[in-house]
């Protein structure tokens, strides 16, 4: 039975799918890291050093990892985990970026402005 993750990091993103790259897994089965262009939220006004669109950091294996390599350069919609990398520097604990551990993944057709924004990166 698999067990029921917190609601709060549980995630839905939709966004421009690139830079994606292949690994293999120990047990030899597929997993990719990618990653997902979503817009920036709008907290306030808008500043001239502020980016419009972030990178999110995907994850994913087995079927998804599947479905995310043959998704490249589309509009997807991504629900999945958020979990925070951990790794050590100098041998003291770190906690790194967080990360979207993908478990579905749909391909979209992109709304309007998202195109337009993409042809301009």
Not at 40 to 50: E, F, I, K, N, W
Not at 60 to 75: C, K, N, P, T
Not at 106 to 116: G, I, R
């Amino acid at each position: 039975m698999e067990r029921q993750l917190p609601e709060y990091n549980q995630v839905r993103v939709s966004g421009w799918l690139s830079n994606l790259r292949q690994r293999w897994t120990p047990d030899g089965s597929l997993a990719v890291v990618a990653e997902l262009s979503v817009a920036r939220p709008q907290l306030g006004p808008a500043r001239a050093s502020v980016e419009e669109r972030q990178p999110l950091p995907i994850r994913a294996s087995g079927m998804v990892a599947e479905q995310l390599s043959r998704a490249e350069q589309q509009y997807v919609v991504i629900t999945g985990m958020l979990r925070r990398r951990f790794y050590r520097r100098n041998e003291e604990p770190q906690w790194g970026q967080v990360e979207i551990w993908a478990r579905t993944c749909e391909t979209k057709p992109a709304q309007p402005n998202e195109h337009e924004e993409m042809k301009h990166e």
